[in-house]
């Protein structure tokens, strides 16, 4: 199963802000449940794609990691931008990646089946 806690679905679900609760548009909690019991009655195991160590910037961990709350500090890795010292000097100028990462943005479509 694709991730499917909740998310503001921004990184094809992979960006988690609760990893405790089921995003509404995927059902409850106990809608998880649920399926998880009638699989098992039938011998099914159920594989969940669940990424631990990737989070929403909406996430709270994120959030306070980002404003060096000494308890979140080593949640993320933090890396200055090739160009820290022009950004710094101008906030108008462009951060460039410390890497050769590529970042690309994932929409959300809904699909209904027939």
């Known amino acids: ?23 509404d548009v995927f ?22 794609d669940f990424v631990p160590n990737h989070s929403s910037d909406k996430h709270i961990w994120f959030k306070k990691s980002v404003n060096n709350d000494t308890h979140y500090a080593d949640y993320y890795i933090w890396k200055d931008a090739k160009n820290q010292k022009e950004v710094i000097k101008n906030n108008s100028i462009t951060p460039i990646v410390p ?16």
């Open 27 to 48: 059902g409850t909690i106990d809608d998880l449940k649920d399926l998880l019991n009638a699989a098992h009655s039938k011998d099914l195991k159920v594989i969940m």
């Open 99 to 114: 890497n050769n990462w590529v970042m690309f943005k994932m929409k959300y479509t809904e699909y209904s089946l027939p």
């Open 1 to 23: 199963m694709t991730p499917f806690f909740e998310s503001p679905l921004e990184s094809g679900g992979y960006d988690i802000t609760n990893y405790l609760e089921v995003n």
